[in-house]
């Protein structure tokens, strides 16, 4: 277990330290007139926003920011880039979080007064977001998603065709 946490630990350094990333200038800079390495200020921020999320008016605001503005700019480079993974990876994302908005809004009369809801949110979106192998959005897709979706995609094209028939017929 120490040896994942190290293998995390190590992973997010290097990821705060690449300059090919938009955040690293703003970190090394902070780190710069603090004098504070960048991975405790950035898990500073994570703790800060962890508290706002139980306890601050508006973490629902926070929690989705979260879950759109890094995916949006993500999905965003994965389109210019050249490379078909990133696509694949941020589409996958979006399936998944797509799916999980509708149960979410089915379940949100249970789940919203759940205390840490949306701390658990935000941990799931950035489970969601992790890079790696153990990205949260890839294991869901292969594991749930896609095995339902091949189990019932003639059905769901069928009412796919049903439904445009339906609609140039009007």
């Not at 139980?54 to 993500?74: D, M, S």
């Not at 995609?153 to 009007?170: C, V, W």
């Amino acid at each position: 277990m120490a040896e994942k946490i190290k293998e995390v630990r190590d992973s997010l350094d290097k990821a705060l330290r690449d300059e090919s990333k938009p955040w690293a200038t703003t970190f090394a800079m902070v780190e710069a007139k603090t004098g504070v390495d960048r991975l405790y200020i950035f898990l500073g921020c994570i703790g800060i926003a962890a508290l706002y999320l139980i306890f601050g008016c508006g973490a629902q605001l926070l929690c989705n920011i979260i879950g759109f503005i890094y995916p949006a700019y993500c999905s965003i480079k994965a389109i210019e880039s050249h490379s078909k993974d990133d696509d694949t990876k941020w589409l996958t994302y979006w399936v998944v979080f797509a799916i999980f908005s509708l149960v979410e809004f089915f379940a949100d009369l249970i789940v919203g007064w759940f205390p840490l809801y949306w701390l658990a949110k935000c941990f799931f979106f950035m489970w969601l977001m992790m890079p790696g192998e153990l990205n949260g959005s890839v294991i869901l897709y292969h594991r749930l998603v896609r095995y339902h979706f091949l189990k019932h995609e003639n059905e769901i094209d069928a009412a796919i065709n049903s439904a445009s028939k339906l609609i140039k017929s009007q």
